[in-house]
């Protein structure tokens, strides 16, 4: 499709295990985000990627958190060592970020239940 | 700090009313001005964008844009149950054209 994709939709995990969030852009956007939303509240900023800039990493809630785009497109989100805290939507939106068009559209995100 | 502020609400308004959405932010170097819709469980969409200073009409929705007084508005006319939902002000800021949020605002329109 031609929107932004994320996998998997809803990952159940255990406390203390890692997992591995996907995030697919739409193709020829240069600008990825990725944001975290718990249950009736806003969009918790996570880390922003743009081209080929220094990842601005401010959002990251501790060190058990990384994530990685390869070759400007896919990124991943890592989460080590799964806390309950952590459970919440993971959404990803992506940007053109040229020629004046910086709209972002987002993905249909990813639930993560830590158990 | 760059921020966007908006009302939490709830904004109650009748079917068939106009529902006012206010958004300020303080970087007065911000060019791009976004209003988002989401529905509970779903992902923000896009349903405004300005760039400009003054109004911008798309069908029921109008964006309001004063850079002087750094706010931005969105007008919904005719307001429709189905417009219930949290609107989302964001705003592209600073040279990495990064957006910052605003918590949203919750609006609900009553039959």
């Known amino acids: 499709g031609a929107g932004v994709s994320q996998s998997p939709s809803n990952k159940v995990t255990e406390k203390g295990k890692d997992v591995e969030l996907r995030c697919d852009p739409i193709?020829?956007?240069?600008?990825l985000y990725w944001y975290r939303q718990s249950l009736g509240q806003g969009l918790e900023f996570l880390i922003y990627f743009q081209g080929n800039s220094a990842p601005d990493k401010s959002g990251l809630p501790s060190d058990r958190f990384s994530a990685e785009r390869t070759g400007g497109s896919v990124s991943t989100l890592t989460i080590q060592r799964t806390q309950q805290e952590d459970s919440a939507v993971y959404l990803c939106?992506?940007?053109?970020?040229?020629?004046?068009?910086?709209?972002?559209?987002f993905g249909q995100g990813t639930r993560l239940t830590v158990v | 700090q760059k921020e966007v502020e908006q009302n939490s609400g709830p904004l109650s308004v009748p079917e068939g009313a106009i529902a006012s959405l206010n958004c300020t932010y303080s970087d007065r170097g911000s060019q791009s001005f976004f209003w988002y819709r989401q529905y509970s469980g779903k992902s923000p969409e896009l349903i405004m964008s300005i760039y400009s200073n003054g109004d911008k009409e798309d069908g029921r929705f109008t964006a309001q844009l004063n850079k002087a007084s750094q706010y931005v508005s969105l007008l919904i006319r005719d307001s429709q149950p189905s417009d219930s939902a949290t609107y989302l002000c964001a705003v592209n800021t600073g040279n990495n054209r990064k957006l910052i949020w605003g918590l949203g605002t919750s609006l609900a329109v009553n039959p």
């Open positions: 939106a992506s940007s053109a970020n040229a020629g004046g068009v910086t709209e972002a559209f």
């Open positions: 193709s020829g956007h240069t600008a």
